[in-house]
């Protein structure tokens, strides 16, 4: 039996499929995994996503000791209230793990950082966070005492405002995308992990049944982690342990965009690594579309035609928007050297074409890519 979250009750209620996730019990689908995917798309869906871990972090040095940790730099989010995406890696420039970090002011007018980090890297992720603290006054809080709703879709922030208290409703209304409002322990942040616009709720545990039933009576769709997999892959977002690891890198994983280079003078832990392994070039991120039968999965083969090296699939799966399989995968920078983007995939021992594409897939509803 595995770990549950403040909403178990809920999801058996309400006749969720559930699954071992990370060790947690989590509901994968309510009946229909597509129904739930486009509910999100056209309308508002949302999801169950205590099984992630908040982390506080305070304390004079936490600006200090952060900008060292994060290959982002936190001093980019100087307002109180942003959130800035950013991977924390190890020596060798792996991903120790992937997490949004919110900037908050506490009763006493401190700063802190609320952290969002992933279920199956929580123990592991404190364990490194408190390693690399001892020489920094810094406190470390595992908010274990949480829950997490995200609440995605084009009318989520609509849907969402009826059940929030007016006063942090007007607030949260007012927020630009990757900003948070923060209400002693409800804070309410315009993220997601969908392509949808949306709120992701960090509520007390105790109040994590009132509020998501209030989302339901309010015409909100439950949904599970399938759906929940299918959203962010065809948002072309990452999924750690898949697109990325600590044996790969961000310069290989599409996320050279989270590393904040400039000032020189920042040194982070995995920089020197990260830097070697600009100069010598990479490996790349591509978007996949399969043009033949058969669904992309991870850990697929890859070939290229006229140019040496193998690929590897490393997030396939079927995009019940584009109506078609769809992937990630890492791929050979020089395959993409002459703009010729036809690539093979292994798929139950046959060969099947597929075209690189630029990724996202979909954002806001809109299909981004030509089919």
């Not at 005492?145 to 879709?153: E, M, R, T, W």
């Not at 983007?341 to 979909?362: C, D, G, H, L, M």
Request: charged letters at 30%; hydrophobic letters at 40%; a negative charge.
């Amino acid at each position: 039996m595995g770990k549950h979250t403040p909403l178990f009750d809920a999801h058996q209620a309400a006749g969720a499929r559930m699954v071992d996730f990370a060790g947690w019990d989590m509901p994968v689908n309510y009946g229909s995994q597509i129904d739930e995917h486009h509910a999100v798309r056209k309308d508002a869906g949302m999801f169950d996503v205590s099984h992630m871990s908040a982390v506080d972090i305070s304390g004079p040095q936490v600006t200090e000791f952060l900008r060292g940790l994060w290959a982002n730099d936190v001093a980019k989010a100087k307002m109180p209230g942003k959130a800035i995406y950013t991977c924390m890696l190890n020596t060798r420039g792996g991903v120790v793990d992937d997490l949004i970090a919110y900037h908050l002011i506490d009763e006493e007018d401190r700063d802190f950082y609320r952290v969002v980090v992933n279920a199956g890297t929580t123990d592991k992720d404190l364990a490194w966070i408190k390693a690399q603290a001892k020489d920094y006054d810094v406190s470390i809080r595992h908010r274990d005492d949480l829950a997490i709703i995200a609440v995605q879709g084009p009318n989520a922030r609509d849907k969402a405002g009826e059940v929030l208290d007016e006063e942090l409703d007007a607030l949260a209304m007012n927020l630009k995308p990757f900003y948070a409002v923060h209400d002693r322990d409800w804070l309410v942040g315009r993220t997601g992990y969908t392509g949808e616009d949306g709120f992701e709720l960090i509520v007390p545990a105790g109040e994590a049944e009132k509020l998501w039933n209030g989302l339901l009576k309010g015409g909100v769709t439950p949904c599970g982690l399938g759906a929940r997999d299918t959203l962010r892959l065809e948002a072309g977002l990452n999924l750690y342990g898949q697109d990325m690891d600590e044996d790969s890198h961000p310069l290989e994983s599409g996320l050279e965009w989270t590393v904040a280079w400039e000032p020189e003078e920042r040194e982070f832990i995995g920089r020197e690594a990260l830097e070697h392994a600009r100069e010598q070039g990479s490996q790349k991120m591509v978007g996949l579309l399969l043009e033949g039968r058969g669904v992309m999965r991870s850990h697929q083969a890859l070939r290229h035609a006229e140019k040496d090296g193998e690929g590897e699939v490393t997030s396939g799966g079927y995009g019940p928007t584009l109506e078609r399989s769809i992937g990630l995968a890492r791929v050979p920078a020089d395959w993409l050297a002459d703009g010729d983007s036809e690539v093979e995939v292994e798929i139950r021992n046959k060969w099947v074409k597929a075209q690189i594409v630029k990724y996202p897939f979909v954002r806001n509803g809109k299909i981004k890519i030509d089919l």
